[in-house]
């Protein structure tokens, strides 16, 4: 039995030790032997120095730290710790502070962290708190737990080869999703507020655009129109104008309207029309079908050949766009050619009726494994929606 107590002037701490169904003859042995002794299973290491010489033969009390400004501040060498430790007053000393089941010494794992001082509880500068130390302490594997990881362990590499009954792998996710998680920040909650505002500004300048086009020359609407897709699809970093590639056919170079790469490398391709007056598909149906006109479909073409002719180029193309690119791209990120993908915006379907609407998205599914396509109005509700999304959980 272990109990912790304070000396007559305060200024100690005592380590109070009665072995359990035995004598403690095997203590006084071992102190006078080697000057030093472990309790409890080897979570307490005590010398004779440390010891205050008892009546009792079978009670032993060591001096283990002192007690200074409402903390008790224990011997390194009694726990085995290479770093300072400080215990707020208002914690209770008991031996399942320092230990967890199976004998295990809590403070001696924190010797891998690389700590000078652990403070816990009170107000002192810098301390871990009360609660998130008992926090901690729940967290440290019981006799359960551990036995379950290690038959999940066996049961991960043999369930592919035996027939076993019982997949201890599934039982012991099954125990951990039943336990408390740790909880972190909520950067969506966070960050709402500045996501409503930016998709709000996003979508008020759109629709900005659309109304005054003609006071945009082609490639200003293009420059603009590129930066809000950049921030609406966030996982490309940078985009090139008039990006090049080998038409092996006419062996000549091609010029992409913009070329877009993403955080791992990977290029794919945009093309950016300013809007006309023309619709994307016929206004009057062949054998009652709205087609694509003109423009739609020769855009979809030139898409299409672009891609082509980039996967043919492969590594020689890859070789290329680095050394025309590699100076602009973050440090260690190269270029890669892995069938690419192409972006179409152009055309509005705001006018359009109910069976070109149809029509229009039959001709946009019929692509899509290779080019998206999106309508200026397709762009002003992605954007609403985003902001009205964002705006639901600044609410929430």
Known sequence: ??????????????????????????????????????????????????????????????????????????????????????????????????????????????????????????????????????????????????????????????????????DYKVRYENYLNTKDSYQGSEPQLSYAPYEFQKFADLTEKIETMLENGESYNEARWQDEILQVVLLLFPRYIRAFKEGPVNDSWANTTRRVDFLLVDASGFIDVIEIKKPSDQHSVTPNDYRGNHVPQRELAGTIMQVEKYLYHFNRWGELGERKLNEKYGSKLPQGLEIKIVNPTGL?????????????????????????NVVDIMTYDDLVRRLKVIRDQHRQIQGS
């Open 1 to 166: 039995m272990i109990r912790f107590e304070q000396t007559e002037d305060g200024t100690g701490l005592l380590l109070d030790y009665m072995p359990e169904n035995q004598d403690g003859s095997w203590i006084r042995e071992l102190l006078a032997e080697n000057g030093e002794a472990s309790l409890s299973a080897r979570i307490f290491f005590v010398t004779n120095e440390q010891w205050i010489e008892d009546e009792d033969s079978d009670r032993f009390v060591f001096r283990i730290g002192t007690i200074a400004n409402s903390y008790f501040r224990i011997d390194r060498e009694v726990l085995g710790i290479n770093f300072d430790l400080a215990i707020h007053t208002s914690i209770n000393l008991e031996r399942k502070i320092f230990a967890a089941e199976r004998n295990i010494a809590i403070f001696r794992r924190f010797n891998e962290f690389g700590l000078s001082q652990l403070t816990i509880g009170g107000d002192a500068e810098g301390a871990l708190p009360t609660e998130v130390f008992r926090l901690l302490l729940r967290k440290f594997p019981n006799t359960y737990e551990l036995n379950s990881y290690a038959k999940a362990r066996i049961s991960s590499i043999i369930r592919n080869h035996l027939p076993i009954e019982n």
């Open 344 to 368: 179409i915006i152009m055309g509005r379907d705001n006018n359009l009726t109910n069976d070109q609407k149809n029509d229009f998205e039959v001709i946009r599914r019929k692509y899509r």
